[in-house]
């Protein structure tokens, strides 16, 4: 017979079936990783034949098959009562006094090692647990601040317990674990002191896309339980994986959660334990704390570093906890699994996308997970008790979820929850499942009535939406496999950094226009004259509003620059190595008036779209210093992000003096062309930039054509004119002419050329039109995409066929 314990230093993963998947990596981590600087706190483990000794030393087997032998494997009507009766079963057995001994000899070796006074953590680890296809995320029970023998003793005695939760044995019959097959190990292993600092969760992917280039890491203040279980709105840091150990800043987003709940040790006397639950205490989070992230930039990326170590040492990507202890300021790792849910999707054939075709009344919004859009009736539970409320299909509405929900979420088609965040069991449970799901929206169970037939949006980005009535949504699903790629650049048009991972994915060469103004509209918000003159700004509302958002900031203008960075580099990771054009903002006179706090820095024009735009903005002395902001920005993610695939292009640009003044302000700011890579467009969107092409090429390493904006100042029309659209064409004569010029003379100096708009993907013919005349690149918004690589392919097939011809301009 093998011991009853074994020591983390003499586990290895190769003892799963001994000690459950757990403590296996438990024990292989702190002998493997411990060595090359990853922090990993000593413990022991009971092995499977101590608990098999128990249930035999107290005649267990036969009444436990007994009662799990008489759950009701079609409705699961009996789970509550079953498990309780088995788990009472359990409860009234005695721990066999042997068993006793040696869990008292490895409590006696840790005292040794790390002194009398330790407390600890008390794992439960299945022996079937943690397989690269079942997670078993939070089926089974954790124990915390568990101090002196006796109370260790209770604890290893409800783990043993726990191996017959309701989610625990609803999990094992639905993956088709034999009950009397699976044993369960206790881990027991040093406290780190989260409670006085932080704790969390990290992906070495994106759980949510599978994109495998960041790591995502989650925390609150206190122990780690709060996170695990989804009971608070987390902090979310995201580091850039590739860039990791040469970037000054590999960090690229920083989220502040609500963390509204911060868990501590109760630190009862000796005595008053009746539960091993009682050693900890659940207290409001103080409102400054709230206010604060959990980790610095260097404590993130040493944690992303012990990621990808831990990741290499697997082979594959992983879920791990990790905890700050606030004694010694130190990080450890506590646990690690291989992630369950994008690993086993990595290639998937088919892109679906999915588009709300009506507007709705928004109930309530938050964190989405799935890029998906469902309907059905929504259904409000108050606790797991109430299971045969929710029926197969429906939307489950509740406070939040925990391991105890798991055996109803299937039935789910949805769920939205007031608590969780993204790295949170009960998201990981969601994409295990297969639901759509909005997390931590804070209001969900008082927005949505029972019974009331909702529709789930997450198809948008990171937020998701739960919208009254069903509405209309198409869904497209295009076959990745074989999708042929044409010869000619096929790039996108980006403004959203939530969706840039998922559009990754698509078969594309970068992004030929990055639109800075979404960014500045979305997650900023404020002019940025605003921001450098707060002292100036008039309007009370305005100022109120300002102080709100820049509350984290001694110095409003970091915000603007690091928001604006932080949303570019999210894009620039998701597309890394390819190009990824940032247009600087193109905003008119009265957009930039609608910002907070912008209307008293903008003039008043009869005619913005031909006013103060694009480059004659950014050296007039209403907006410099807003450029500088935004030159700041795209420094810090070029230099200190290492995202040097940044290229930048300047709008609306009418002389080629302006041009050179533009230059040389951006070089001023610490943009100076071809230093670090820099490359710097100009947009073709004036008829200027095209009849003096090759003057604008001596200052630009691209063009870019903005069809729209060329086609209305060549012919004069109104773009948004319902009264002359007939005029407004882009295969007018003239326009066209414009565009061949311009790529004539880009191809004799050399200069990059591209087109962003919607011509190519409505009109075959234009896309022919563009790729005959040589151009190097088509950029698209992703839902015309597939429809212009079609068009791109048709129209290199039909080039192939026939002699190229250019068309001599100018």
Sequence with gaps: MEPFIKLFKEI?????????????????????????????PDGYATTADAYWFFLDNQN???????????????????LAAVGEKARALILRATLPEQLCQEIEKGYDYLKKQYGEEISLAVRSSATAEDLPTASFAGQLETYLNVRGLRHLLLACHHSYASLFTDRAIKYRVDNGFDHMQVALSVGVQVMVRSDKASSGVMFTLDPDTGFENVVVISGAWGLGENVVQGAVNTDEFMVFKPLLETAAQPVI?????????????????????????????????????????????????QLARWAIKIEDHYHQPMDIEWAKDGLTQELFIVQARPETVQSQHKNQAFFTEYTLEEKGEVLCAGIGLSNRIVSGIARILHSPAEIDKLQEGEVLVTRKTDPDWDPILKKAIAIVTEQGGRTSHAAIVA?????????????????????QEVTVSTAGGETGYVYAGKLKWSEVKTDLQHLEKPQTKAMLILGDPEQAFKYSFLPNDGVGLMRMEFIINNAIQIHPM??????????????EKIENLTRQYTNKEDFFVEKLAEATALIAAAFY????IVRMSDFKSNEYANLIGGRQFEPEESNPMIGLRGASRYYHPLYQEGFEMECLAMKKVRDEMGLTNVKLMIPFCRTVEEGRKVIDLMADYGLRRAENQLEIYVMVEIPSNALLAEEFAQLFDGFSIGSNDLTQLTLGADRDSGLISDIFTPFDPAVQQLIVMTLQKAHRTGTKTGLCGQAPSDYPQYASFLIENGIDSISFNPDAFFRGLENMLQAEKLQAQRPRHLIEVG
Excluded: W
Excluded at 61 to 75: A, K
């Design 253 to 301: 987003s920083r989220k502040l959660g609500s963390k509204a709940k911060t868990m501590v040790y109760a630190d009862p006397a000796e005595g008053e334990l009746q539960s091993p639950t009682d050693a900890i205490i659940n207290l409001d989070t103080l409102p400054e704390k709230q206010e604060q992230l959990v980790l610095q930039d260097q404590e993130v990326v």
């Design 577 to 580: 190595p390819k190009d990824v």
């Design 60 to 78: 267990l087997r036969q009444p436990l098959t007994q009662i799990l032998h008489s759950l009701d494997l079609d409705r699961f009507s009996n």
């Design 431 to 451: 994409r295990e499942v297969g639901a759509v799901a909005v997390l931590g929206t804070n209001n969900a169970t008082q927005q949505i009535q029972d019974g």
């Design 12 to 40: 290895s993963y190769q003892d799963l079936g001994k000690v459950g998947g757990k403590n296996a990596s438990l024990g292989e981590m702190f002998n493997q990783l411990n060595p090359v600087g990853v922090k990993v």
């Design 530 to 543: 605003a921001l450098k003159h707060f002292e100036k700004v008039q309007d009370p509302a305005a100022r």
